[in-house]
Structure formats: C-alpha cells, structure tokens
C-alpha cells in the first residue's frame, strides 16, 4: 500500500464562483455519521446513508456535505448552506460528486501486487491448515487403531 493513499484528501466544489473544500473522512466524522444515520439495530449508519444517497435525499447529503465543510462562516446554519444551491437539482449537482470523492478517498484501492499478495498468503493458510488437519486425523486414527488393536488382542 502506497503512502499516498494513507493520507485522506479533500474534495472540493463551487458555488456562485468561490471553491469550498470538505474535509477528509476522520473517526470523528465516522462517529457522527453512525450517531445520526443510524436507525434502531436494524442497519448502521453508513448503510443507511448510503440507501438515503441512493436515493438522492438532499437533506441527508446536505447534512453530510455541512458536516465536512471546512469554512462555514459564508453559511453560519444547515439552511443557509441548503439555500445557496437554489434548488435541489444544482446541490446534488454539485455535492454527490464531492462526497463520493471525500468516501471514496478514505478507502484508498489495492494494487494488483497487494492483491496477488494476499491470496497467496492464503493459499499458504489453507495449505497449512489442511497439513495440521491431514495431521491430527492422522493422529487420531492411529490412536484408534491401537486402541482397537489393544481391545483386539485382550
């Protein structure tokens, strides 16, 4: 894994001409996101939010895009930042593709190389297991058969 994809990355996007950064994905963010998307057991909240940004629900991606936005002081409350955007086609315009970077971002991807890694190193976990298996098996039948074989010969 790349240094480069350790380091989370800001998105960012326009409006009414001035650029405006979200904040990268933190555990603080996490937190909230479970605390206000969660619903009673049934799924967590980053399913939930996710279902609710299927479905383009504008205030729940506007909820989040606040919560990321680096510099409020332009909107001091959730409304005036909703307000800006003078509609709801033009805040998922313009929102959806800057938070799917800021979630897509702070799971960075394998590479090819990693990948192949991993599931060789799983192979050798299988193959060991099946050697300690293929042992013990091993072991106990001849347990089993001297056990039998002492019954046998009594």
């Not at 990355?9 to 963010?29: D, I, N």
């Not at 056990?147 to 010969?153: A, D, G, I, Q």
């Amino acid at each position: 894994m790349a240094l480069e994809n350790l380091i989370p990355r800001r998105a960012s996007f326009e409006l009414s001409g001035k650029a405006y950064e979200l904040k990268p994905l933190t555990l603080s963010v996490q937190i909230w996101i479970l605390n206000n998307f969660s619903d009673e057991g049934k799924n967590n909240g980053f399913q939930n939010l996710e279902d609710r940004m299927m479905n383009l629900d504008v205030k729940a991606i506007a909820e989040v895009a606040y919560k990321l936005l680096d510099d409020k002081k332009d909107f001091p409350t959730l409304e005036s930042f909703i307000d800006a955007f003078k509609g709801e086609n033009t805040l998922l315009r313009i929102l959806l593709p800057a938070i799917n970077k800021t979630f897509v971002e702070a799971t960075p991807e394998e590479s090819e190389e990693e990948l192949e890694l991993k599931k060789s190193e799983w192979l050798s976990v299988k193959k060991a297991l099946r050697i300690l298996i293929g042992s013990v098996f091993l072991t106990l039948s001849a347990i089993g058969i001297s056990t039998l074989w002492k019954h046998f010969l009594s």
